[in-house]
Structure formats: C-alpha cells, structure tokens
C-alpha cells in the first residue's frame, strides 16, 4: 500500500519564509530542541523551502512578523506548543501554521476533558478518576483504587512523553505517584490500567478527508515504554502495519472518529492499549505535535506507506492554515 500526498504538485518556494518553532519551555523541551526541531528544519531546507529556527522561549513571537515569516512549522510538544497558546498567538499574528487550531490542540492536551468527549460518543477510553488540587488527601487517594483496582495509572492530564506518570501497583504508592504528577499539574489523572498490548496510529488530513496510516505496535522492553525507551534507547521494536488486516482496519475508523470528535486537522497520533482482558481497543489519547525524531512513530508509519521523512515534513507544511482558512 502507498499513499499518494501529491508532493511533487508542492512548490517548496511558494511557501514564503518559514519558521520551524522549536524548543519552548515545556517539560519535553529537550526532544523539540534537539531532535524534532532539528530534524524538521533539516529535511525543509534539503527540500528547498526557505525556512529558519526559532525558539519561542528565547525570542517573542512577534519577531516573526519582523523577519518576514509567512508560515510556522510547529516542532514543539507539550505545554505552551500544543495547547492551543501558541497557536493563539499566531491566529492574532495571521501567520499560519501547521496542525490542529486553537480549541482542538487545547481539548486533546487536556486528557480528561479529551476522555469526557470521547465518552459522550460512545468511544472506548479506560476508566478514571480526576483528582482536583483539594482531593489530594490520603483518604480520598487511598479511595481510588478501590472504583477503579490496581494496578492504576496516575499522570499528569497537561503533559507528554509519559512525564510525570507512573504504573502504581498497591495502596501504597499511591501518594508518591500523585504527588509525582502533582509537581506538573494541579489536577492529577488516575486511570484504569490497561493489561495488554501498546498501539499507536497516525492520521493525516482533515474532516471527511482525513487517512489513517498503518497501526505501529509498540514492543517496548519489560513493557516499559517510558520517556527514556521513546526517545534515548534504541531497545523498543516498532511493527508497523503488521497486525491483521481486518482488526487494523477497525482501529484505524475509530482513530479517525476520535480524531474528528475532536476536531483535529493536518496532523495527529492515537495511542491505544488491546486489552488481554476483554480484546477490546481503548483510546488512551491524541496527540496533536507529534515527535518528529528518528524513534517517532508517526514518520516510521509514514515510511511504511510510500512517503519518505522530508515528504512528510514538505507536506505537513503545505497544509499550514489559521482556523479562519479551516
């Protein structure tokens, strides 16, 4: 199977200047700054696209108007790239940009409001409990794994790349792990654990229009796919579109369900668990700026269908819009 993104249809210079927004001040600065940033400004320029760094957390967005810039790459994840502010601020710039707008980039950051919506149409997503900053106490912690049994997962609901999670097995390490994903966020998420397999699926494109790419299974050592195993160790194996196809085509139709209750466009990635339990496939979350380095999955899904690192990146670009132009 190959996907036809109609690149060479794209003229690199008809994209005017443009910037790839890297680094920020969010927790996962460390990957946009050194590997996604990077790699997507390396793979615009070997395209010809007149294009430059910029670093939101050491010059003002206004600058962008200055130096003439008529499209923005977004290369940042986590808070402050993801959330709907800096696409906020280039909507009032009228600088497109790559990805989802405003309310979606801000809904699918937020974890549990993501889970509220995903309910409220019938899409599966693990049990869970909201712990706000006044529900924090050990008896109301201690309740948790009573509704939802252990093991349970407790992570900040605002925050990426497993940052601030943790796989809690008994009572009593609870108060560690939600004091843990309290030091990122002011509400923590405790979420029914998921004994099973690890999936994640890419979706290209926007309403009707949008495709899913092949589902990757995620194989990662000791079932630990952390911060370190994503991004620092070349231990986890990725099987991308290899699972029947028939069960691939019906997780595909429901990432693109969760993908436009939510309203995404130009870009996303699904993460999704295939219970031992039951068989079934829950919705973990969306991602709206996916990673783009050399472990990402969505440009090893990409490279499984015909469309090669610097395509993808080329044609991201091209899809650039402000909500206005959606």
Not at 58 to 77: K, Y
Not at 93 to 121: C, E, F, H
Not at 227 to 255: H, M, R
Request: proline share 4%; hydrophobic share 40%.
């Amino acid at each position: 199977m190959t996907l036809d993104l109609k690149i060479a249809s794209i003229d690199p210079k008809a994209m005017g200047k443009v910037a790839v927004l890297m680094g920020g001040n969010s927790a996962e600065r460390e990957v946009s700054a050194t590997m996604s940033g990077p790699g997507v400004l390396a793979a615009l320029q070997a395209r010809g696209v007149d294009v430059l760094a910029f670093d939101p957390a050491q010059r003002s967005l206004h600058e962008l108007q200055a130096l003439g810039v008529q499209r923005a790459f977004i290369a940042l994840h986590g808070r402050g790239g993801e959330d709907g502010t800096v696409q906020g601020a280039l909507e009032l710039l009228r600088i497109p940009y790559t990805g989802s707008g405003v309310m979606a980039s801000a809904i699918a950051m937020d974890k549990i409001t993501t889970k509220r919506l995903w309910q409220s149409v019938g899409l599966p997503t693990p049990r869970w409990v909201s712990l706000a900053k006044h529900q924090q106490q050990r008896e109301q912690l201690m309740a948790v794994p009573d509704e939802l049994g252990l093991p349970v997962f407790v992570k900040p609901p605002h925050e990426g790349s497993s940052m601030g999670a943790t796989k809690v097995n008994g009572y009593s390490d609870m108060q560690e792990a939600v004091a843990l994903a309290a030091r990122f966020d002011s509400e923590v998420l405790c979420e029914e654990f998921i004994d099973g397999q690890e999936f994640t699926c890419a979706v290209l494109g926007q309403g009707e229009a949008a495709v899913a790419l092949p589902v990757v299974e995620i194989c990662a050592e000791q079932g630990n796919y952390d911060y370190q195993n994503k991004y620092f160790t070349n231990s986890t194996v990725y099987k991308v579109g290899q699972a029947d196809p028939q069960w691939q085509a019906q997780v595909q139709q429901l990432v693109l369900q969760a993908y436009r209750v939510l309203g995404c466009r130009g870009w996303g990635r699904a993460d999704l668990m295939l219970s031992r339990k039951d068989g079934r496939v829950y919705l973990l979350e969306m991602n709206t700026s996916p990673g783009m380095t050399s472990h990402s999955l969505v440009p090893k899904a990409a490279a499984a269908v015909g469309v090669s690192y610097e395509e993808l990146c080329l044609w991201l670009l091209s899809q650039a819009r402000l909500d206005s132009q959606s």
